[in-house]
Structure formats: structure tokens, C-alpha cells
């Protein structure tokens, strides 16, 4: 154990690291749509190391039953009153790499899709949020601390303060994680109460009400006993109305319980020296392999085949928080420089999408436009593309830069978020960097990190450095979970 964990462990009057149960909607790798899901996946591994006992309750999605249900076993079931409703519950466990994970079975609610969006996805996190605070003295696993992720989960605090007096559900300590703020789980108050018993006192905007909702996430904020987000940049930033969504008077009140921590990357998955995704493989000290991945990437989706055009690449959500209307308005300026190659991978919104088909059939041989996802291209593009493109609106955290620079792609950001915290700008007069950024959401600022980061590819001594410098970045998710290791400690 760290001296600095005995040290604070001695304060507190313990002996021994606290248990913590993770509840999110995702895990990876047995459930994922976004970042959220990799950092459930990942923390749990991570402060095993520190000798924590960090375990998961997720949902027990179809897309898990599909994968992993003959390595499931099952713990115990009961039922779950939500209103006038009445649902089976299973309790289901998975040791995955040596992690503890709970499954909460129910086809009603979890047979289909992750998200059902609209009043079906609050009813099935609803279900959720009430089934894992009736499993929790049951699991034979007492945690000390519950780490809530996202709106999904951020009603625990609340009910658990509010309904189970006297019960030992009320004795935990909260933690709950803002991943994205934009999303908060908004309904209406009656609804909310129909489905949790919520008493009428807390549908006030000392509670839970904004804009005339009741707000899953606000109510998070304000009963949980710590709150934290996943970058430092970011905390700052939802404190201020342009970012904080309506709880920046909540977050600026409860500023002093408010940190932010960096996430971190599985640095086992995402290695181009090991990654059996990559038609080559590479490291910081040879190269050659990267120069192969990019050939191929080429050479696979009708590029031309030009080791000199570097690419410049997008794996991304197509929507405007993640800056395509500025790439919408400046693309055909930038596509003028003729030894400029262009590769978008992801989906979204419809006009973003049309767009960029368009853009492919003009042109043709130095723009691919993939319209989906797919998670092992997705490496390819990483490690195929010479820099990668995120002129966000806003970015809570953000994982593909790290992700780029670990594979030796260089990085331009827009400085928000988490963009911010994780890329080095390259300086031309020192040579430091690790990527290169803009500070305003402006298409024209965009236009000119860009026209830098083309300017450096032609002189290969300072691409070489500044490849070199991104490769060695920390981005393993050891660094973080020391991180969260100081704040589970500090909660006790």
C-alpha cells in the first residue's frame, strides 16, 4: 500500500482501503456506445492494482447475454416495485480479468437496446437505480463508497438519503461522475414520481427541478457527498452558464466538493506494437510499421497512394458539439492543398452525414467518408493517419486523442475540456508538443492549426520530435486511478 494511502488511512481511523462498487450504465468490454463504458471497463483493473476491492453493477444488456452468458452466474432474484409496477430481477455475476462484475437481468428492461431514449430509457434506468439499491445488502460485498456514473445513476444519492433511512443503504458514501452534462435525464416531475415515489418537497430548484423538469442529474448534484468529472478543464468549465447546462449555480455552490480527473486509456488494447487490429506493427523506436498501416489504410478504402499526402483524419460522432460545422464550412478551402488526404470514420446527424458523401464523390481519391463504426477500423485509422482532427464545441474528456498520440497520430484540438488538459501545442520555438490546438470555436482558427500541423509535416526532423513527444505521453489510466484512489480516501 502507499505510504501516502496509510498515511490518510491512519487520519481517517482505518486500517484497511475502502471498498467501492461502480455503477454505470456501460462496461466495457461487455457493453459500450461511448467513453463512459471504457473508463467503467478500465478504473475497476486499475485500483485493483493500488489493492483496492473496486467491482461494477451494470445492466445485463442483450449484447452481453449474447457474448458472456455461459460464463454468468447466478446470485439471487427478487422483484422490483417501480410505482404500480412490479419486475423480475436477477442478480447475475461475471468475473471478467479478475474484476468483479454484477449484471442486473431483466429482459423487460434490458432485452433490447442500450438507451430507448425518451420516458422508456427513464423507466429502464429508473428500474435500474431502485433494483441496485435493493441488491446492494445482498451482494455479500459491502462497499463503502458507490461511484455513480452519468444521470443513469445519479438518483442512488438522492433515494438512498431520502427512502432508506435507518437502512445501511443510507450509511454509503456517493460519488458521482459527470462524463457529459449536456445529457441529464430530464422528465416530468410526475412521471419521475410515479416511478420512484419521489415526495413532492423535492420538485423544487433547491433539489431536482430545472426548466420545469425534474432532473436526474441535478439531483445527483446535489445529494451526492462528492462530485467529480473527467477532466480539470471541465470542472472549471460547468461552473459557467455557456457550459454548465442550468447546474452551474449547484456546481459553483458545491465548488469546494467539485474536482476533476483526467481519464485514461487501456494502454494493453490500444498498442501498435501488440495490436492485432494493424496490418503492421510499431513503436516509438521504429517507425516503418506506421509508414505500412497508412499504405494500407490507402490503399483499402481508395486513396491514392501517396506515402508523402499526410492524412488527416475524424473517428467521431458527426454533431455539431463535435465541431462538423466547422469542418462543414471549411473543408473545401483546405482540400485546395492538394497533397492533403482526408478520412472520416463515425456517424450522426443526417446533414452532417450527406455532407460528407458528397464531399467524398468530389473528391474522389483523397476523401473517404465511412459511414458507421467499426471498432477494429477505427485502430487502422489511428494508426494509418498522420493527425486527427477534434475542433469540439465542448469535450468533457475525450479518449481518441490520447488514443491518436499513442499511436503516434498528432492531434488537433480545440482547447476545452479535456482537449485542453491532454494535448501539449506544438511550440515552433522550442519544439515542445505533442499535437497542436486553437483556442476559439472558429472555423478560420481551425483553418490556420491545421495549415500549421501541414507545415510541420513537411520538415521531418520536427514531426519525428513532436511523433516521439505524443507517443511518450501517460495516458494509462494508472495515473488516474491513483487519482481516484486520493479522493475515495479523502471521502471516508
Known sequence: MKKQFRSILNEK???ELPNILLAAAECAP???????ADVVGTLPKALKKLGFDARVITPYHRCIKNKYADRVEHMFDFYVNLGWRTQYCGIERLMLDDVCIYLVDSEFYFGDKIYRGGQAEGEQYAFFTRAVLDAIPNLGFTPDIVHCNDWHTAMLPMLAKTQYG??????LRWLLTIHNIAYQGKFGFEYVQDLLGVEDKYYTPEFMELNGCASFLKAGCVFADRINTVSPTYANEIKTAYFGEGLEGILSARSNELSGIINGIDTKVFNPYTDPALP????KGRLSGKKLCKLALQRDFGLEQREDAPIFAMVTRMTEQKGFDLVERMLDELMQYNDMQFFVLGSGDKDYEDFMRNAE???KGRLCAFIGYNEELSHRVYAGADFL???SRFEPCGLSQMIAMRYGTLPIVRETGGLKD?????????GEGTGFSFADFNAHEMKDAVLLALECYHKPEVMKSLIRQAMEA???FDRSSEEYAMLYLWML
Do not use: E, I
Open 30 to 36: 461487455l457493453s459500450k456506445t461511448g467513453g463512459l
Open 422 to 430: 491532454s494535448v501539449k501545442p506544438y511550440n515552433r520555438y522550442t
Open 13 to 15: 481511523g482505518r486500517k
Open 280 to 283: 503492421a506493427r510499431y513503436h
Open 389 to 391: 482532427l477534434m475542433p
Open 474 to 476: 501517460d495516458f494509462s
Open 361 to 363: 464523390s468530389r473528391y
Open 166 to 171: 435507518g437502512a445501511m443503504q443510507s450509511s
